[in-house]
């Protein structure tokens, strides 16, 4: 078989399809270790830093295989670049005849089961719904996939959603009458025939790979390779897979589905509004006795309120009365069966939850403004991955551009139990020091201080005036976000988009439009986020990214680690923190003519013996702590067209380091 970098380095087959290719040596080197580990079926991890071309370094061994292999990213929308972009192209330059196939979660799909149910309900529905749901029958009559993501006629928030689409709680599988037509195991038949399937870790460790989805569909054990892109966010997503979680709203959609089912059976539709209406009140009343605030908490802050708990008990009360109506029915129809079996389901975690007395687990709650979300999660899922991992036996490939910390891969590989992994470090072959500038501002207070947030703003103006706007402010906390905000509004020309104003989609659109914007945001702008050239040229991040102590699952995290005779500082918040910033930093430099500023505010970068470890985790720009440097190097690319100079150091006057400057 011919390798993979012989494929790589066939200019015939690349050069013609992405234009200016050539390949490069780190690209070369990540290919050859994931062709070695598909064929060895071993477990590798890639950390290949942006510039690399990681996609095209696992997708051509990966299509050379045998396979069949699994895909998994970090969200849809890489999901849908990979599938719609990335491997046509790939598919082409090799000129191999493999199938793929695309495949999300369940709400991805239209359930044209539902859509005829609730059809038939639609009194039950609001004017706005009603009108949405007959633009969703209008599409359902045409499309080929049922991937809602074809309907951008309708928001991705749509009230409608919820109505055509299914949940593993209502899906009734095998059983459904419209099983045939069915465009989720339609995508998920083209998948099980696939030679390569791209899937999101969502899916993977919920739907697909773990647990199915009570339609038998498994992927894993048919895969001989799985590839994680953006693998640096598995171990958060892996807890909340082996973690369980049940939320009021799906307590009351349980109560509307089993009203539209019961239409078809001999049930008492009045003692079923009744015991119905016994628990809408039940999930009000256990919303209010936590008070009016939205917030996270652990549910040790409130398992001693006798208002909460009675409340709790109330309510579990009244799912096991509908549960005991519901049981008989179960004969009746298909839909009614599923409406019993989530009855019981929903008795079991809310007594389990209520409870609370699993080993190595936090309970913790999140309140909305009409929503409880009870959530049950582990604190390691590194034995449960483990196990995972052998019940599977192939190939497991994890990369992203931040999977080390100071070179290192034992953060990771504990966390996700692979400490056997084998492990490549590859750097970007991106000039740094030609085409960056690291600024770490001086006089600042510390992040403590109540003034902090004002003085760094005020002091971040006069840098965003000299890149032209062009700028991606990112925050820790959406309070300084709140603050910088006020600020900037009077204090800079240029457009401010601030996140919470308007959609992710929109707010990116509308800074690459603009060409001159500054753009406010928190952890969802940190990752994942590509903007080349002149319209993203300064990334200025506000603190250093530590966890925060008030988040339920870290702050119990932090204590077992403790209790357990290690330091949770050193071993879980450090490490976390030097990714997280790894990853902010990473939005700066996406291309080898991008050129641009970074500034990291924070005074215990140079004040605490951990800031080394954040400095010499970055990439090696050079650096500065004096204003005058930073608008020397703006005005030097001004005058040189945006185009990186030929040494950013004499673009600037010399170069120093940190401590020098």
């Known amino acids: 078989m011919t390798s993979a970098r012989s494929h790589l380095t066939d200019l015939t087959r690349f050069a013609p399809l992405l234009p200016g290719y050539q390949p490069r040596e780190p690209q070369l080197q990540m290919a050859e270790a994931v062709e070695k580990s598909i064929r060895s079926g071993g477990t590798l991890m890639v950390e290949a830093e942006t510039g690399t071309g990681k996609t095209l370094a696992y997708l051509v061994p990966a299509l050379l295989s045998e396979g069949p292999t699994l895909v998994s990213t970090g969200t849809k929308s890489l999901q849908d670049q990979l599938f719609f972009k990335d491997l046509p192209l790939v598919r082409k330059a090799l000129g191999l005849p493999r199938k793929v196939a695309l495949l999300k979660g369940r709400a991805n799909y239209l359930c044209p089961y539902r859509l005829e149910l609730h059809q038939e309900e639609a009194r039950f529905l609001t004017r706005e719904t009603v009108e949405q749901m007959q633009i969703v029958a209008h599409w359902a009559r045409k499309t080929r996939t049922g991937d809602i993501a074809e309907l951008q006629q309708l928001p991705e928030d749509a009230p409608i959603w919820p109505w055509v689409t299914s949940t593993a709680d209502n899906c009734l599988g095998t059983d459904c009458p419209s099983y045939q037509e ?179 687990r936090v309970y913790w709650f999140e309140t909305f403004k009409r929503t409880v979300v009870l959530h049950s999660t582990p604190l390691s899922v590194s034995a449960q991955l483990r196990a995972q991992r052998e019940r599977n036996p192939c190939s497991w490939i994890l990369t992203s551009a931040t999977l080390s910390v100071g070179g290192r891969f034992e953060h990771i590989q504990k966390r996700l139990g692979l400490d056997t992994a084998d492990t490549l470090r590859l750097e970007s072959p991106f000039d740094f020091k030609k085409q960056a500038v690291f600024y770490a501002p001086d006089g600042l207070p510390q992040p403590n201080d109540p003034d902090y947030t004002r003085a760094l703003t005020e002091a971040m103006v006069p840098v965003i005036n000299a890149a032209g706007g062009r700028t991606f402010f990112l925050f820790t906390s959406h309070r300084a976000l709140r603050e910088a905000a006020v600020i900037l509004r009077t204090a800079v020309d240029f457009p401010l988009l601030v996140q919470g104003e308007s959609g992710r989609r929109e707010l990116l659109d509308s800074f690459r439009d603009k060409g001159n914007a500054v753009l406010l945001g928190t952890s969802s702008f940190w990752e994942g986020i590509d903007v080349r050239g002149e319209a993203l040229s300064c990334v200025i991040i506000d603190k250093l990214p530590f966890g925060s102590p008030g988040d339920p699952v870290a702050a119990a995290r932090i204590e077992h680690i403790n209790r357990n005779g290690g330091n949770a500082f050193r071993d879980y918040q450090l490490p976390q923190a030097v990714l997280a910033l790894r990853q902010g930093a990473g939005r700066l430099i996406r291309d080898p003519q991008d050129t641009g500023l970074l500034v990291v505010a924070d005074p215990r970068l140079l004040t605490k013996s951990y800031g080394k470890l954040f400095v010499n985790s970055l990439p090696n720009m050079t650096r500065t702590r004096k204003l005058d440097v930073v608008q020397r190097f703006f005005a030097y690319l001004a005058q040189q067209g945006q185009q990186a100079p030929s040494s950013v150091a004499s673009a600037s006057g010399s170069e120093k380091t940190l401590g020098q400057a």
Not at 213 to 223: D, R, V
Request: charged fraction near 25%; aromatic fraction near 6%; charge should be negative.
């Open 182 to 360: 069915c465009p989720l195991m339609n995508a998920r038949k083209e998948a099980q025939e696939a030679d390569l399937v791209v899937v999101n870790h969502h899916l993977f460790f919920a739907d697909a790979a773990l647990r199915g989805s009570g339609a038998g569909m498994e992927l894993l054990p048919s895969a001989n390779t799985v590839i994680f892109d953006e693998a640096h966010q598995l171990p958060e997503i892996a807890a909340a897979f082996f973690g369980d979680t049940l939320s009021t709203r799906q307590v009351q959609e349980l109560g509307r589905d089993s009203l539209s089912e019961a239409g078809q059976t001999t049930a008492d539709l009045a003692m079923l509004n009744q015991l119905i209406a016994s628990v809408e009140k039940g999930c009000l009343d256990f919303r209010l006795s936590l008070g009016e605030m939205e917030r996270r908490a652990p549910w040790s802050e409130v398992c001693e309120n006798e208002a909460v708990m009675q409340a709790g008990e109330d309510l579990l009360e009244a799912l096991r009365q509908l549960d005991v109506f519901l049981g008989p029915l179960g004969k009746a129809s298909r839909g009614m069966e599923a409406c019993s079996r989530r009855a019981s389901e929903h008795v079991d975690c809310l007594a389990a939850y209520l409870k609370g007395d699993q080993p190595n």
